[in-house]
């Protein structure tokens, strides 16, 4: 049996993806499985040993290319490379977990008998397949809507498993970089202040009154992780905070991440790749909601806590808000209790 798996982004959403993965490999042993992702989050599934192969689709390269007409050569050329690399082999099953028109562009022209997806997919992705499952309910969370799709294949998918692929290479290389600062040992609590949208962020205050009573109280060392994007952000927690703080943002790749998830005591986040990254290698996460719903993507698991305040207009599923007061709103004290309740429970399992 051959199966391909196209995911593309983002992050987050690959990782909510890897249950699918894992069901697929445990029920067909001997499948060759495939995966075509996007360039974001490629590092995750690059050498993944459940995987036999990896096709990463360019979409922001060629779409770079494509925007200056000089380099519409070079554009043809890259795209008609990936489509030979897409229709090498012949698939029994192409599963679409993604439902975009960018999916669907890939699910058409890929090699396979049964292509299948949900009904309803937006952007008209649907058309593109010949196995329709009957649409989904968008308040189901990611991961379960992904695994009937595994399960309609025949898998078995009552145990979710978030396999990452890592390895004591990836957890290496982390030791490195982290005896390299001078980190020492000690506990770690991982803040991620990032989001691509505006409206999900908290604020540089909140996390750094966290960061200070780690710091002060608990003894746990505060680590701020995220994209090289996110530098600004680390700025300005560290400067509130005023010591203690270590800025990872943009050192490490997707791997050395969930080493340093494995490492740490516990994740205060927003609603982000990386949450879904910590919650997937056990790590407890304090999830801060928005302008998204928790019951759709929030941390998968029974370790972690959500924090969401009930204004009325959440979740609005807005990219940006003038006055994102169900994000600025969380206090930080709260936050705190949620922290202090993951170290008492993590104690406790000690």
């Not at 030791?175 to 990032?194: A, E």
Request: aromatic letters at 8%; a positive charge.
């Amino acid at each position: 049996m051959r199966i391909l798996i196209i995911k593309l982004s983002a992050i987050g959403d690959v990782v909510q993806s890897l249950p699918v993965l894992a069901a697929l490999r445990m029920t067909f042993s001997d499948a060759h499985i495939g995966w075509v992702v996007g360039e974001a989050a490629s590092g995750l599934l690059d050498a993944h040993p459940m995987l036999d192969e990896l096709i990463v689709f360019p979409r922001k390269g060629l779409g770079e290319l494509a925007s200056n007409p000089a380099d519409w050569p070079k554009f043809l050329y890259k795209a008609a490379t990936f489509l030979r690399r897409l229709r090498l082999r012949d698939y029994d099953f192409v599963v679409d977990l993604q439902g975009l028109f960018k999916s669907g562009f890939v699910t058409l022209f890929s090699r396979g008998k049964v292509k299948i997806g949900f009904s309803g997919g937006r952007e008209l992705s649907s058309i593109f397949l010949n196995k329709r499952l009957p649409a989904y309910d968008p308040n189901e969370h990611a991961v379960t809507r992904y695994l009937r799709l595994a399960a309609h294949l025949g898998a078995k998918t009552d145990k979710p498993e978030f396999p990452t692929g890592l390895d004591d290479k990836d957890r290496a290389r982390l030791d490195q970089l982290l005896r390299d600062l001078g980190i020492s040992k000690g506990p770690l609590i991982c803040l991620i202040p990032g989001a691509a949208w505006t409206s999900k962020r908290w604020t540089s205050r909140g996390f750094s009154e966290v960061a200070g009573y780690c710091i002060d109280r608990l003894g746990l060392m505060p680590v701020i992780a995220g994209g090289a994007g996110d530098k600004g952000l680390a700025g300005e927690i560290v400067s509130l905070a005023g010591k203690g703080i270590i800025d990872l943002t943009g050192r490490t790749d997707l791997k050395m991440l969930a080493a340093l998830f494995e490492r740490t005591s516990v994740v205060v986040s927003t609603d982000t790749g990386p949450m879904h990254l910590a919650a997937a290698v056990g790590t407890p996460v304090v999830a801060l909601f928005g302008p998204t719903a928790p019951w759709r993507t929030g941390p998968f698991g029974k370790r972690h806590q959500v924090l969401r305040l009930e204004t009325g207009c959440s979740p609005c599923f807005k990219r940006m808000c003038q006055d994102p007061v169900c994000m600025t709103g969380i206090k930080s004290s709260d936050v705190i209790a949620a922290v202090l309740k993951a170290v008492k429970e993590n104690t406790a399992r000690a």
